[in-house]
């Protein structure tokens, strides 16, 4: 879940807490000084901070997917960037280092995982267990595993399509991957074609 991790970013959200009920908006880092607010018909706002005032801005151009995607290479390349492999390791990196890229891009992650990521706690070995033990997930709960596993737990983790039959959509998790003790879990999710195939409105 969306906390402030730059001074900048801090102040604007002390803004908008006056000026908004945020309780219906999901606010989204772009850069290290600016927010897009978003409400719930995806309308979005644009706030800067800059010697510590907020002022409403256009909303910034940023670089293309491919334009990210060179920019990352190279820095892989020229090693000046470190393996950052959790999401924590990544905010420190690009909220103390000057970059092109957005959070969002940074952290590589799609316009839906985005959002829950910022909207949601993100769970703990614990929680994953117990929701790939249930035969039947939400689509929440998908999305909270997608994000356990590129918080840095790709290397123990796997997690796949495992087939489609006439209860729904089947994925297979496979935890501690490629060691002795793996321990495979596969389940539903509750998602548009299992609410149908069950006769259950959508959204379930």
Known sequence: ????????????????????DLAHFVQIPLRRDTIILQDECGEKIAFTCQNNIVLQ????????????????????????????????EVTRWWASN??????????????????????????DDEDILRIVSQEVITEDEYKDIRLWCRNGNFSRSY???YGVDGNGDS???????????AITFVFYIKNEYYCFMHGIPYPC
């Not at 879940?1 to 908004?20: A, D, G, N, R």
């Not at 151009?61 to 995607?69: D, G, I, M, Q």
Request: positive net charge.
């Open 1 to 20: 879940m969306y906390k402030p991790f730059t001074v900048e970013l801090f102040q604007i959200q002390q803004y908008l807490s006056k000026q908004f």
């Open 57 to 88: 801005s256009p909303i910034p151009s940023t670089l293309s997917k491919e334009e990210s995607a060179a920019y990352i290479k190279c820095l892989r390349q020229t090693r000046k960037v470190p393996n950052l492999r959790s999401f924590q």
């Open 171 to 181: 994925y297979k998790f496979i935890w501690n991957y490629g060691r002795p003790d």
């Open 98 to 123: 000057p970059t092109p890229l957005t959070y969002q891009q940074a952290l590589g992650l799609p316009d839906d995982l985005y959002i829950h990521y910022l909207t949601h706690r993100l769970i």
């Open 159 to 161: 997690l796949g399509a």
